[in-house]
């Protein structure tokens, strides 16, 4: 009995935390380790700003040691620290215990391993730098809530009537105006300087020119001295002490000496509060448009990657050897894969979607052809995130064609959102489109009356209808007419304007394709197309001729151009680009791939579209004239048109480069991408994404009815933004994106009006799919 009475009265002797006996989780041996005394530190040091970053420096060592919580060095170091060792905590379970006064102290711990020069605060450990149980603390802790308390009243005036954050703080802390005293304007510059030599140790300055064992050497190898700013303080010091005698009353009473009381408010007003406001607000207002922090912030953070649930992975994949490498991979892209072989066999190859590779044309058009490939639904639409990436000549990828194809101008395509001229012309196209509402469906109905004769009457003397070559004359003709308000072949343009288009779009995207020709060897295929840029005169006479007719038909639209602050000829040139690349280049390849895969669809499809769109077109009444209305009271049919627009949308490649470093997130994992990286999405692969779309790769035309199927839009991805999305001034998706789906449905209801079911041959093009109507059975029931 004596002895057990013995042993338990020992047991306080050994100092044991009974939170280590009530723990019900397996207490492990912290991991990590300090390196060898001086240049473990340093090497730390060097992760921490130059060689890994703030985040991956952290991020790395959670991944290597599979654990929030390690052993590490954290700057500034030798000669500057003592002691730099550290246990790190980086998660919200573990990271409380610093708030515990129970378990941790607080003395001079402030600024981390060690402590700036107390001549920054006359001399005094002011209350920043005290534990809870030294006696000065609690008694200043208490002379700040009453001082802050006393304004109460006076902080929301304050603050609207003053938005900077120095005026403002000590007019509400010492009701004086500072450049009624010594102080006069300087006060922001002071403290800012006061400020960084205090916490210059850690900190980057982030110039491109000063070499790192330079900036290392400067400001983490001895304390930076205190007489650059001894006079400017003591403006501050003279001008506080003056204002704040009631306070310094108040501090006397609770047994602070005058000057020691006036150096903590100086440190409170300065560093805890101008201080707190300097990094917080721009963050805040910042935040706002998701970038993480201003140049202000010492480490510049993006805070998503802390935000990111996912694991942290580098991106997979190599560059290869420069030149080589990228044509190696042109070869594999266009002839020894195949573009979606070539991505398919990487995403098995790196068991990612997020992969890095080169993409053509490479040498010697592009001059750097290295990129992040994006393969999923959930990385993709980073490319529609304008506080991210940077849409600036990037429309055709890593190369741009020659302005000469375009009058000299960068056309609003080439635009970043950001330069002024992109909101100008987009707001431009949006009023054009909005002014044609009225003559959509009038037009787009004549154009395919046409359309279907030329097609009935092919099939009947050839037995079969190039319906490409037929719909591309029908897009021009439509185009021109609804734009310009001119039938084209009443112009000098007459029959030719679809051929010149053709050609002028072949010239200037030839370095993506291939002409599948099968005598050409590849070779001579790819020094011809993806080794030079192709030049402009082959096509400039008929582009001067399209130029012409569409400036002398667009007099109010060039009014209204000169009136946003363009000029004619630059707007001219882009009405060019919007209605020859755009739009007509837009429906040359979707028009054909929508004829495609409906006659994939089969008869039994055919029927069910005729049935729901004769239904609803013959119950109005016997007006069999389309309207909006009717379109969409038919829900197959949008659906079906959704469907192809995700199978196979007509524009397959997205790019953008980042505009700072951040964290992109996937379905499984995270991956971080720097600055000035470029960017690129395939799409037809991120709208089959089998963790969205059920059975992705079958043409389902019934996928977006419902609600299910209204939740799905969100994913269709065509137009340069989600289907959910409306294009604006701030975005760069197509304008005319609620134009294409119109039309796509329109010349559904009128095949189906027309037709019961037809037959086709399918073949490839350089863009696009290869139509042939080889049958068409005229409506049963009409």
């Given at each position: 009995m004596s002895s057990h009475t013995n042993h338990i009265l020992q047991l306080p002797v050994l100092s044991i935390n009974p939170s280590a006996l009530l723990s019900k989780l397996p207490i492990q041996k912290i991991p990590g380790d300090y390196g060898i005394p001086f240049f473990g530190p340093i090497k730390d040091r060097y992760d921490y700003f130059y060689n890994q970053g703030i985040n991956e420096f952290f991020r790395s060592r959670i991944a290597k040691y599979k654990s929030t919580v390690f052993r590490v060095n954290m700057p500034p170091g030798p000669f500057l620290a003592s002691n730099p060792k550290v246990i790190v905590l980086l998660d919200a379970a573990t990271f409380p215990v610093l708030f515990d006064m129970d378990k941790v102290e607080k003395k001079n711990?402030?600024?981390?391993?060690?402590?700036?020069?107390?001549?920054?605060?006359?001399?005094?450990?002011?209350?920043?730098?005290?534990?809870?149980?030294?006696?000065?603390?609690?008694?200043?802790?208490?002379?700040?809530?009453?001082?802050?308390?006393?304004?109460?009243d006076k902080f929301i005036p304050e603050f609207h009537s003053d938005n900077m954050s120095f005026d403002f703080l000590f007019k509400l802390l010492f009701n004086k105006n500072p450049e009624k005293t010594k102080i006069g304007t300087n006060g922001l510059t002071i403290l800012k300087k006061w400020f960084f030599l205090q916490l210059a140790?850690?900190?980057?300055?982030?110039?491109?020119?000063?070499?790192?064992?330079?900036?290392?050497?400067?400001l983490r190898?001895?304390?930076?001295?205190?007489?650059?700013?001894?006079?400017?303080?003591?403006?501050?010091?003279?001008?506080?002490?003056e204002a704040s005698t009631p306070i310094l009353d108040e501090a006397e009473k609770l047994g602070i000496k005058r000057d020691e009381a006036c150096h903590n408010l100086i440190f409170m007003f300065g560093f805890n509060a101008f201080g707190g406001m300097k990094a917080f607000f721009p963050t805040l207002i910042n935040f706002q448009s998701s970038v993480a922090m201003t140049s202000s912030s010492p480490h510049n953070i993006d805070p998503s990657p802390l935000l990111s649930k996912l694991p942290i992975q580098k991106i997979p994949g190599e560059y290869g050897i420069k030149f080589f490498g990228p044509i190696k991979d042109r070869y594999d892209y266009f002839y020894n894969q195949g573009e979606n072989e070539f991505f398919r066999s990487r995403v098995a190859k790196y068991k990612s979607t997020v992969f890095r590779a080169n993409m053509p044309p490479g040498p010697l058009i592009a001059s750097n052809p290295n990129v992040v490939v994006l393969l999923d639904a959930a990385t993709f639409p980073v490319l529609f995130d304008m506080d991210k990436v940077e849409k600036k000549n990037i429309l055709d990828g890593t190369y741009m064609p020659s302005t000469s194809f375009t009058g000299g101008y960068r056309v609003c395509a080439f635009l970043d959102p950001s330069e002024p001229n992109h909101g100008k012309l987009k707001r431009l196209f949006l009023s054009i489109l909005a002014s044609t509402h009225d003559k959509i469906i009038p037009k787009f109905q004549n154009e395919m009356n046409i359309l279907f004769t030329n097609i009935e009457e092919e099939v009947t003397s050839k037995g079969k209808a190039d319906f490409n070559a037929i719909s591309d004359n029908m897009s021009f003709d439509f185009v021109f007419k609804l734009f310009f308000n001119k039938n084209p072949s009443e112009t000098i343009i007459g029959?030719?304007?679809?051929?010149?288009?053709?050609e002028w779009i072949f010239l200037q995207l030839a370095p993506l394709m291939s002409l599948g020709l099968p005598k050409l060897p590849n070779f001579i295929e790819d020094l011809l197309l993806h080794t030079f840029k192709l030049p402009f005169f082959p096509v400039k006479s008929g582009y001067k001729t399209i130029y012409d007719v569409v400036y002398e038909a667009s007099t109010p639209i060039l009014d209204e151009a000169e009136k946003l602050g363009i000029k004619r000829d630059e707007a001219c040139h882009n009405l060019v680009f919007v209605a020859g690349f755009n739009a007509f280049g837009g429906m040359k390849t979707l028009f054909p791939t929508l004829i495609k895969w409906v006659s994939l669809g089969g008869e039994t499809l055919h029927k069910t579209l005729a049935k729901e769109i004769r239904s609803i077109v013959h119950s109005e009444d016997g007006n069999q004239e389309l309207t909006i209305s009717m379109?969409?009271?038919?829900?197959?049919?949008?659906?079906?048109?959704?469907?192809?627009?995700?199978?196979?949308?007509?524009?397959?490649y997205q790019y953008g480069k980042a505009?700072?470093?951040?964290?992109?997130?996937?379905?499984?994992?995270?991956?971080?991408?720097?600055?000035?990286?470029?960017?690129?999405?395939?799409?037809?692969?991120?709208?089959?994404?089998?963790?969205?779309?059920e059975n992705p790769e079958e043409f389902i035309p019934e996928r977006f009815l419902g609600d299910s199927g209204e939740k799905l839009l969100k994913y269709v991805l065509w137009s340069n933004e989600r289907e959910t999305e409306e294009p604006s001034e701030i975005n760069k998706q197509c304008p005319g994106k609620n134009l294409v789906v119109?039309?796509?449905?329109?010349?559904?209801?009128?095949?189906?009006?027309?037709?019961?079911?037809?037959?086709?041959?399918?073949?490839?093009?350089?863009?696009g799919s290869s139509v042939k109507i080889t049958s068409v059975t005229k409506a049963t029931n009409n």
């Open positions: 711990v402030l600024g981390g391993t060690y402590m700036p020069s107390t001549s920054f605060t006359g001399g005094y450990r002011v209350c920043a730098f005290l534990d809870q149980s030294e006696p000065n603390h609690g008694k200043l802790k208490r002379l700040f809530l009453s001082t802050l308390a006393s304004t109460h140790p850690i900190m980057t300055l982030g110039i491109p020119m000063l070499p790192n064992f330079i900036e290392d050497l400067l190898t001895f304390p930076l001295p205190f007489f650059p700013i001894k006079s400017g303080y003591k403006k501050i010091y003279d001008s506080v002490y029959t030719n304007g679809s051929k010149i288009f053709t379109l969409e009271k038919m829900a197959l049919t949008k659906s079906v048109v959704y469907e192809v627009l995700r199978i196979e949308p007509p524009v397959p505009k700072k470093d951040f964290i992109i997130n996937g379905h499984d994992a995270a991956f971080e991408v720097k600055k000035g990286e470029m960017l690129f999405g395939y799409q037809p692969f991120a709208t089959k994404d089998p963790k969205v779309f119109l039309m796509c449905r329109l010349l559904l209801t009128g095949f189906f009006l027309r037709y019961d079911t037809f037959t086709v041959e399918i073949g490839k093009l350089p863009l």
